[in-house]
């Protein structure tokens, strides 16, 4: 059989499972594929850090054998798929970019990975992440950096910027990313990819790191996303990787309502696309705009709206975000943010009094928090009761070019021409993850400087249906995923990035 790479790379996934289903291709084929466009294009990105080759090559042969025996079959059987090295993989090291977990080679599968398994899935490999997932790029001591495979220049984002990367280069069939304030929507806006954050809780997070390894629980606003290369495969994923553990399903069972609309005139639309409190830069607003000029021009139910407060949100969230990774400091180092935050002055609202008022913050004052959030989240189930979803930006920019101060706080990014503080690349994220939300990034084009822009689809609390049902209408709309222009002609100008994969 002859394979035709160059759409077999960029295909969907929801095609690659029915066309081997089909028997039109093989999954040796397809994980050979994968394994060779890594082989020549991975040097220049540093997307994929980690192989399974020899076990992956088994687990395909096993999966093209039970297609020929006429064997049942999962949704995603024989397809081979990476994920993030923040996710625990058995018998193949998952370090989270952590230099102390170099060798760290888990025993057993986070629960996600085991679900893609029993789905049929060819796990073959790990992608990058920012050390612990704790940065908006994608760089670490074990592995260095990933580049973006449309400007290698520039980051894919963070901290899935390796998941994200290998999926738009044509290097993996699917992916599965961690998701904490837009760690797999950032990163997608960035490369030109889909993904889904789920409503939390409906994807087991046990066995993702930077928790502990062997830890039961994880932050209380993380959870698992997919990213694909088309919406549809948002629906496919999330069908293999929602749902309670075996200790829970004794007790209850996962039903998510249908889409509460088929066709873009049955939405609601709120749209939000720009904020004083986090300014949209003219590129992406121009794009962002367009794509809500194509809805209106569909026959789309459109209005402007502003659901939260930006101030106080931004006060909540900052809150919540640095009480919650805490737990994952060393303890002399909170020890010392201890004795940092005892000697502020009262009157000293700085970010960074802020920063350690917050990751050091009393149990009272976290659950003082928590209750706002609770009013927070009411509120966003009175806005999606006269809207369907909510449009807003992914990001203020497109993807930043590469910085490397280790001083986050000290770092800015450019937004028309006037530095805004680094932490606004999470701005426009955080709002769906305070309130347990669905939020897709849906690549709608690309900017004067030919760089992908994703506009966020956020929906009703676990209706996720109606965000993926929406993402696809939408990537109907504006053209979808574009493949990057050659990335092979990127790996020529730009050579092999500073640390290449390691196999």
């Not at 899935?160 to 290097?171: I, T, V």
């Not at 509120?379 to 910085?403: K, N, S």
């Amino acid at each position: 059989m002859t394979l035709d790479e160059d759409a077999a790379a960029f295909a969907a996934a929801t095609d690659l499972t029915a066309a081997l289903r089909r028997r039109e291709v093989s999954s040796r084929e397809l994980l050979d594929l994968c394994l060779a466009r890594i082989d020549r294009l991975n040097p220049a990105l540093n997307a994929v850090v980690t192989l399974d080759t020899d076990r992956a090559r088994e687990q395909a042969a096993a999966a093209d054998e039970a297609l020929a025996a006429g064997a049942p079959f999962g949704p995603l059987h024989g397809l081979p798929v990476t994920v993030k090295d923040t996710l625990e993989t058995a018998g193949l090291r998952t370090t989270s970019g952590a230099p102390e977990l170099a060798a760290h080679v888990p025993e057993r599968d986070a629960e996600a990975v085991a679900r893609l398994r029993s789905a049929g899935a060819v796990v073959f490999g790990k992608t990058n992440t920012a050390t612990y997932a704790a940065d908006a790029q994608t760089s670490n001591p074990v592995f260095g950096t990933t580049n973006n495979p449309w400007n290698t220049a520039r980051t894919p984002g963070g901290s899935s910027g390796g998941p994200a990367a290998a999926l738009a280069a044509g290097l993996t069939g699917l992916e599965l990313a961690s998701e904490l304030s837009g760690s797999a929507r950032y990163p997608a806006h960035c490369c030109g990819v889909f993904t889904l954050r789920p409503s939390y809780g409906l994807v087991p997070t046990r066995g993702n790191i930077p928790r502990a390894p062997g830890s039961l629980t994880s932050n209380d606003m993380v959870t698992l996303a997919p990213l694909a290369r088309d919406a549809r495969d948002l629906d496919l994923a999330l069908d293999v990787l929602a749902g309670p553990t075996a200790d829970r399903a004794v007790g209850w069972r996962l039903e998510l309502p249908p889409p509460r609309a088929h066709t873009l005139d049955g939405f609601r639309i709120g749209v939000w696309l720009d904020d004083p409190g986090c300014p949209v830069d003219a590129q992406v607003a121009g794009v962002l705009q367009a794509a809500v000029e194509a809805l209106r021009k569909a026959g789309a139910r459109l209005s402007d709206v502003r659901p939260v407060d930006r101030e106080a949100h931004d006060r909540l969230y900052d809150r919540l975000l640095h009480g919650a990774i805490s737990l994952g400091l060393p303890q002399a180092l909170y020890d010392r943010n201890r004795a940092l935050a005892d000697g502020l002055a009262e009157d000293d609202d700085s970010p960074r009094a802020g920063t350690l008022r917050a990751m050091t913050q009393s149990h009272r004052d976290w659950l003082a928090a928590d209750e706002a959030r609770e009013q927070q989240r009411a509120r966003w189930a009175e806005f999606f009761r006269g809207h369907d979803v909510l449009l807003c930006p992914v990001a203020p920019v497109v993807a930043i070019p590469h910085d490397r101060n280790p001083d986050l706080s000290a770092r800015r990014i450019t937004v028309d021409g006037q530095p805004r503080p680094y932490g606004d690349l999470i701005r426009w994220t955080s709002p769906a993850t305070a309130a347990s939300l669905p939020a897709a990034s849906v690549p709608v084009g690309t900017s004067a400087d030919g760089l992908p822009v994703g506009l966020q689809v956020v929906g009703p609390h676990l209706e996720d249906r109606t965000v993926t049902r929406f993402a696809a209408l939408l990537a109907e709309l504006t053209g979808g995923f574009r493949r990057p222009p050659s990335a092979s002609a990127a790996v020529a100008e730009n050579g092999r990035t500073e640390r290449t994969a390691h196999v």
